[in-house]
């Protein structure tokens, strides 16, 4: 069969035609008038709407909009004393004595969007054992390990029983965003499909979930929300991947806050490109730690360890970061209960910058002439900047880490296999001063070259001493005051030991339009923060 | 012609094989672990065993390569692991995106190439050959993201002309944001294209059948694009056929600057996150679309040179 060449011409730009249409079906449009809110953040899609199963921190901030926790801290910083806990869907709770007993009382009339229904104590028993059931992969099992089982007493009374004391379970579980309360009949009826179409309580309801990431998740106000409806009607959650595209949005005024970057000197070039704009940053975010890998030497050597400490600036660290970046001293960031301030610290723990001391420290170990230490780091920016700051100062002192700035995924898999010299972690945590200490550096964590093992990178406790017996002690202990006292003795240990050093904080940082009032100043707090007070202003 | 369209399918089964298979063995030695990229690090050991036993990562190497194979040639991919969302589904969201970024920069890039390439033959040695040569030199030297963040800001954040993110819904704002990044891959390739066609028409031009109809009284115009263009082509077709693929690859960039969804940009956060099913479809798209534009090719050589489809 022969075509010519008016057939090709004319069954070729069918074809493309053809190809170009089917991708320009009309969709709905939404408002893009000042009565949507649009944010943009540094993923490429959404991955799932479903709390169980989310770990991406832009799919966060549309899930505590659509769903509410029983408690939650208040706007804009972590509650750091159980009495700053504020209401959601529980209006009051009880601890008993041992803090292994807490019984929430829920608010009555509260509905689930879409005609799901009343919010009651059935679906409170639903959302955690649905988190807690050894059958489903969930991406916060492990926060709820120590709960035992959880009842419905009545209709609006549910009961969460531990097997150890928490008088922190507030703070760590039930304000979590995996602890947002779901609707037994939305999920048990849309499946699989729930992740993409959720139903919640929460002030915004969802509306629709976009391919196209510019476009991203709708929101439209719920106007019978409990709490107030919101000030704006809309709310839209972008995914704008690429730093420069996202920096352009907001500066050309398509999407009103961003994610921003934490990357030395990003903050004070857009200060200068647009000193109207707001910076909002939640302290204190992720808590970067250099570990020793104990069973390498010399790392086991401990004068090796002092020089480390003595040769890293972290205060230089933290002002290369400014402002997202704070300098911290123990595992827990000044501000957190148990967490250490410079003055705390005892004056033999506190490591100032001093390299010759590290030189020397190094001569006595044996390493006059200098060392080299092959290690890794991510290519992630809160790792790699920190890094490579730290690979210049260790420079100076004739420690040559010879590092591999290798991809974010193969970084994890290759820590959890014991691969690394000196592993790094940059973890957020909330205000609970046992979860670093027995996340890091329990020996029931201690992380084993075929992968079974946890995150416990320095085999500490193992190798050598550690602080199982404190925090054992620690987790133990119902009464508040007296299991800080506990975490700070084996922070201090810690700092004796340097199994890990506590570099600096990075703070999650929100780049804000000033024409968007949030109705309270963001200080602490997890990497999402409410929207509904928020309001355009002139 | 159909034999020479079968024996071209015929052909391309054992290439996908070996595709297929480099894929297989390529995403089984990449590091990383796919059940910590989708549960996150604080994930238990038993979680992560759980996850993997979910999928089948847990079963024999041999036993996943066959259900892999089965699953391409059957066209059912599973579910991605990082959204649970069908990866079919993925595909048909995406692709048109891909498509129509790749047909709108090869029609930029070939209407600007061809033009600028035949004045350049026509002209050679004068002024606008040298200006197409510096064009295409910067065609060479300039990568094509760094065009596309160029174009971003002089014409989206500067001039407000065009939107900086998205792909756009209705034909006339798909369009709209389809003109930044299909013009920034379109002038890439014309710059490719357009020495293709110069060298091309060039050689042409010295031809006895073109010699023939000038001294006939051809007019110069009917000279150049009747007689000499038209039997330049076949080589402009070679070369656009390698230029829409290496559009197709190319758009990865392009679709992450302007936040565009796209088959290249799915295919590269479906690597960074271990999603075996994503990546797998994504190649298996990709090595589709190459055997189709190979076809269409040998087709168009048929039509620009009848003497072609006639020989075989």
């Not at chain 1, 898999?413 to 550096?441: G, H, I, R």
């Not at chain 2, 298979?21 to 995403?27: A, D, I, K, Y």
């Not at chain 2, 059948?209 to 080589?235: C, D, F, M, Q, S």
């Not at chain 2, 190319?250 to 940009?265: C, D, K, T, W």
Request: one cysteine or more; aromatic letters at 10%; proline letters at 6%.
């Amino acid at each position: 069969m022969a075509f010519n060449r008016r057939q090709f011409i004319a069954g070729s730009s069918a074809l493309a035609g053809a190809s170009a249409a089917a991708s320009m079906l009309p969709q709905p449009a939404f408002a893009q008038s000042e009565d949507m809110l649009k944010i943009a953040f540094a993923a490429r899609g959404n991955r799932t709407l479903d709390p169980a199963k989310s770990i991406q921190g832009a799919d966060n901030w549309a899930i505590v909009h659509i769903h509410d926790t029983l408690v939650n801290s208040p706007n804009g910083r972590f509650a750091t004393k159980p009495s700053e806990f504020v209401p959601q869907l529980a209006e009051s709770w009880t601890m008993s004595p041992d803090a292994k007993t807490w019984k929430f009382k829920l608010r009555q009339g509260v509905q689930f969007h879409k005609g799901y229904g009343e919010v009651t104590a059935d679906d409170v028993v639903f959302t955690i054992d649905r988190l807690r059931d050894p059958k489903q992969a969930g991406s916060s099992k492990v926060l709820y390990q120590n709960v035992a089982g959880v009842t419905a007493d009545d209709k609006y009374t549910a009961t969460i029983t531990l097997k150890q004391p928490d008088p922190l379970l507030l703070s760590g579980v039930i304000q979590d965003y995996s602890c947002v309360i779901l609707s037994k009949k939305a999920v048990t009826e849309k499946g699989a499909n729930y992740q993409r179409d959720p139903v919640g309580t929460g002030a915004y309801q969802f509306v629709s979930l976009d391919p196209d990431p510019s476009k991203g998740i709708m929101m439209t106000a719920n106007p019978n929300y409990f709490g107030g409806a919101p000030n704006i009607k809309n709310l839209n959650v972008q995914y704008i991947l690429d730093t420069t595209a996202r920096t352009l949005a907001l500066l050309n005024g398509d999407v009103h806050m961003i994610e921003g970057v934490r990357a030395p000197g990003w903050v004070p070039s857009m200060q200068k490109k647009s000193p109207n704009l707001k910076f909002d940053v939640a302290a204190p975010g992720s808590l970067f730690t250099l570990t020793f890998n104990l069973k390498r030497k010399p790392l086991d050597d401990l004068r090796v360890r002092q020089a480390f400490a003595y040769a890293i600036d972290r205060d230089v660290i933290a002002k290369a970061m400014a402002p997202i970046s704070r300098r911290t001293y123990g595992l827990n960031p000044p501000g957190f209960p148990g967490g250490y301030t410079a003055d705390q610290v005892p004056a033999d723990l506190r490591y100032p910058f001093d390299p010759d001391k590290a030189k020397k420290l190094l001569a006595d170990a044996g390493f006059a002439n200098g060392l080299t230490i092959d290690c890794f780091t991510s290519q992630r920016e809160d790792y790699s900047s920190v890094m490579l700051i730290v690979q210049e100062l260790m420079r100076n002192v004739g420690v040559n880490l010879n590092m591999q700035v290798i991809d974010h995924t193969t970084f994890h898999a290759n820590d959890a296999k014991d691969m690394n010299a000196l592993p790094q972690n940059s973890s957020a945590y909330p205000p609970v001063p046992t979860l670093p200490l027995s996340d890091n550096l329990s020996k029931f964590a201690e992380v084993k070259s075929d992968g079974t093992g946890g995150a416990n990178y320095s085999h500490y406790g193992v190798v050598m001493p550690g602080i199982d017996d404190l925090i054992a002690k620690a987790y133990a202990e119902p009464d508040f005051d007296k299991r800080i006292a506990i975490v700070q003795q084996a922070e201090q240990q810690v700092m004796r030991d340097l199994p890990t050093i506590p570099i600096s904080t990075n703070g999650y940082l929100i780049v804000r339009d000033p024409k968007v009032d949030l109705g309270y100043q963001v200080q602490s707090g997890y990497a999402y923060w409410r929207l509904d007070k928020a309001k355009f202003v002139a | 012609m159909l034999r020479t369209i079968a024996a071209r399918i015929l052909d391309a089964i054992p290439t996908l094989f070996l595709v297929l298979t480099l894929v297989f063995v390529t995403m089984r030695l990449l590091p990383g672990d796919p059940a910590i990229a989708v549960l996150g690090e604080n994930a238990t050991f038993q979680e992560l065993q759980l996850f993997r036993h979910k999928v089948g990562l847990d079963l024999p190497i041999w036993l996943q390569y066959l259900d892999f194979l089965r699953d391409s040639l059957t066209f059912s991919f599973g579910n991605s692991f990082t959204s649970n969302f069908p990866v079919s589904q993925l595909i048909a969201l995406n692709l048109p995106y891909t498509i129509e970024l790749t047909v709108a920069a090869t029609i930029i890039g070939t209407a600007l190439a061809i033009p600028v390439g035949v004045l350049a033959a026509v002209r050679h040695g004068e002024a606008p050959d040298v200006i197409s040569r510096i064009f295409s030199l910067l065609g060479y030297a300039v990568p094509d993201f760094f065009l596309a963040a160029i174009m971003l800001i002089v014409f989206a954040l500067t001039l407000k002309w065009f939107p900086i993110t998205g792909g756009g819904s209705g034909l006339i704002d798909v369009l709209w944001h389809l003109v930044l990044p299909a013009t920034a891959l379109g002038l890439i390739k014309a710059a490719f294209m357009s020495r293709l066609t110069r060298s091309s028409v060039l050689e042409v031009m010295g031809k006895d059948y073109v010699r023939t109809a000038r001294a006939k009284g051809a007019r110069e115009r009917r000279v150049i694009y009747r007689h000499a263009l038209r039997n330049a082509l076949l080589p402009v077709v070679t070369g656009l056929s390698l230029s829409i693929l290496s559009t197709l690859s190319g758009s990865v960039a392009i679709e992450l600057i302007f936040n565009r969804p796209g088959v290249g940009a799915m295919l590269i956060n479906a690597i960074e996150t271990r999603d075996y099913p994503t990546i797998q479809a994504g190649i298996v798209v990709f090595a589709l679309f190459v055997v189709v534009v190979n076809l269409l090719m040998d087709i168009a050589y048929t039509v620009v040179d009848p003497r072609i489809g006639a020989g075989s």
